[in-house]
């Protein structure tokens, strides 16, 4: 196994986690933008107001792209089993 593989590695499991973090962080930064002007254009501040639609906003990202995201990362996984004789230098 030479370093040019373990970068390689290395390269696509960040690639991996920030497509799989994608869909949470973005619907939790839209949702909170959203709610941050509501708050700033009603002048209530509510600590609770900002937390509870970002949680159910979120929540409901992951239900819509749960199944992707195991995909995903099931396929990666898959992908690196599949390396492993090449990597130990068996094939």
Do not use: Y
């Not at 898959?78 to 990597?87: E, K, M, S, V, Y």
């Amino acid at each position: 196994m030479n370093t040019n593989a373990v970068l390689d590695i290395c390269l696509q499991a960040l690639i991996l986690a920030a497509k799989l973090a994608a869909p949470a962080l973005v619907t939790a930064l839209v949702v909170g933008l959203a709610i941050s002007l509501l708050q700033s254009i009603t002048q209530l501040q509510e600590a609770t107001l900002s937390f509870v639609p970002k949680a159910v906003a979120v929540a409901v990202a992951l239900v819509v792209c749960g199944h992707w995201m195991i995909t995903e990362a099931v396929s990666f996984t898959n992908d690196l089993f599949a390396r492993i004789p090449g990597l130990i230098g068996g094939a």
